[in-house]
């Protein structure tokens, strides 16, 4: 028979067993995602780390320099001007993909006939490859043909002039990514119970009042995800600007990845581009973890 105390609970020695155990299913469970995570994620990114303190290209590795890459990066007009223009890429495409993504969402919600083929119409772009997605709004966007130039009239370069070219980027990119906002929050609508609803239309509620205390307070958390997904996925540009702009024109399209790209692949400086690299990570991070406090201060007040 197996021992136990006068409680009628496990005796210490089998409870300190029975966690022992279950730490070590834990480890079992949890070890394919550690060996992912340090091999694909943890290992490249301290190598990284230890390429950004060396003079190195991309064929060999040269003197341990210290921090010298940061000092000249801290100096870089080229860097500072990418990440302005990543910055201001987030700036046109975090909150009109969050909040286009809920207009959709709770659209599609709302119609009873039709639903299916109005969610597959809006989420069908996400699916595409940035190439074809480039070539799409590249066709939309030329000056002679193009489908843009027809509606507004005129032959303007979008692609090709430095105010709108970044905008014209962005609006592609919003086209072809906001589908998966509207799948994150009409999974979320799905999730209301539906006697809330019923419950405040009785007591007179207009739509308005549902959504403000209801459906809204419901989504907030969501709402906050993807902003922050919306956040990272921003400062990732590279594709778009790459194949649309080339960076152009006059560089006004260059981000800090294409940067980082030209800094290795064609200057061969890949010391520096490391260099590029891991500020950058400090850079996201830093943003992210302050979205999210704030977020949290206005989920906190009742925002």
Same mark, same amino acid.
């Given at each position: 028979? /197996?021992?136990?105390?006068?409680?009628? /609970?496990?005796?210490?020695?089998?409870?300190?067993?029975?966690?022992?155990?279950?730490?070590?299913?834990?480890?079992?469970?949890?070890?394919?995602?550690?060996?992912?995570?340090?091999?694909?994620?943890?290992?490249?990114?301290?190598?990284?780390?230890?390429?950004?303190?060396?003079?190195?290209?991309?064929?060999?590795?040269?003197?341990?320099?210290?921090?010298?890459?940061?000092?000249?990066?801290?100096?870089?007009?080229?860097?500072?001007?990418?990440? @302005?223009?990543?910055?201001?890429?987030?700036?046109?495409?975090?909150?009109?993909?969050?909040?286009?993504?809920?207009?959709?969402?709770?659209?599609?919600?709302?119609?009873?006939?039709?639903?299916?083929?109005?969610?597959?119409?809006?989420?069908?772009?996400?699916?595409?490859?940035?190439?074809?997605?480039?070539?799409?709004?590249?066709?939309?966007?030329?000056?002679?043909?193009?489908?843009?130039?027809?509606?507004?009239?005129?032959?303007?370069?979008?692609?090709?002039?430095?105010?709108?070219?970044?905008?014209?980027?962005?609006?592609?990119?919003?086209?072809?990514?906001?589908?998966?906002?509207?799948?994150?929050?009409?999974?979320?609508? @799905?999730?209301?119970?539906?006697?809330?609803?019923?419950?405040?239309?009785?007591?007179?509620?207009?739509?308005?009042?549902?959504?403000?205390?209801?459906?809204?307070?419901?989504?907030?958390?969501?709402?906050?995800?993807?902003?922050?997904?919306?956040?990272?996925?921003?400062?990732?540009?590279?594709?778009?600007?790459?194949?649309?702009?080339?960076?152009?024109?006059?560089?006004?399209?260059?981000?800090?990845?294409?940067?980082?790209?030209?800094?290795?692949?064609?200057?061969?400086?890949?010391?520096?581009?490391?260099?590029?690299?891991?500020?950058?990570?400090?850079?996201?991070?830093?943003?992210?973890?302050?979205?999210?406090?704030?977020?949290?201060?206005?989920?906190?007040?009742?925002?």
């Amino acid at each position: 028979m /197996k021992t136990l105390s006068m409680t009628g /609970k496990a005796a210490p020695g089998q409870a300190s067993r029975r966690g022992a155990s279950g730490a070590g299913a834990a480890f079992l469970m949890l070890a394919p995602f550690l060996f992912v995570f340090v091999l694909f994620f943890l290992a490249p990114a301290l190598q990284t780390f230890i390429m950004s303190l060396t003079e190195s290209s991309l064929t060999r590795t040269n003197a341990f320099i210290g921090l010298a890459n940061y000092a000249t990066l801290m100096h870089d007009p080229a860097f500072w001007n990418s990440l @302005r223009h990543t910055l201001y890429f987030a700036v046109l495409t975090v909150m009109p993909l969050a909040v286009l993504g809920l207009v959709m969402a709770m659209l599609v919600d709302h119609f009873q006939r039709g639903r299916s083929l109005l969610q597959a119409s809006f989420f069908l772009p996400f699916v595409l490859p940035v190439s074809v997605m480039t070539l799409i709004v590249d066709w939309m966007l030329h000056p002679a043909f193009g489908l843009v130039n027809h509606i507004v009239g005129g032959e303007r370069a979008w692609l090709a002039d430095r105010d709108w070219a970044m905008p014209a980027v962005a609006l592609g990119t919003i086209w072809w990514t906001v589908g998966f906002n509207m799948l994150l929050f009409l999974a979320a609508l @799905r999730n209301i119970p539906a006697d809330l609803y019923e419950a405040a239309t009785l007591d007179g509620a207009n739509r308005l009042q549902l959504f403000r205390h209801i459906t809204w307070p419901a989504l907030r958390p969501t709402f906050g995800m993807a902003l922050i997904l919306q956040l990272i996925a921003s400062f990732k540009i590279f594709g778009q600007t790459y194949i649309l702009t080339g960076g152009g024109p006059f560089n006004t399209t260059r981000v800090t990845l294409h940067y980082m790209y030209e800094t290795a692949f064609v200057q061969s400086d890949a010391g520096y581009a490391a260099a590029i690299a891991m500020a950058f990570v400090v850079v996201v991070t830093c943003l992210s973890l302050s979205q999210i406090g704030i977020m949290n201060w206005l989920g906190r007040r009742g925002g």
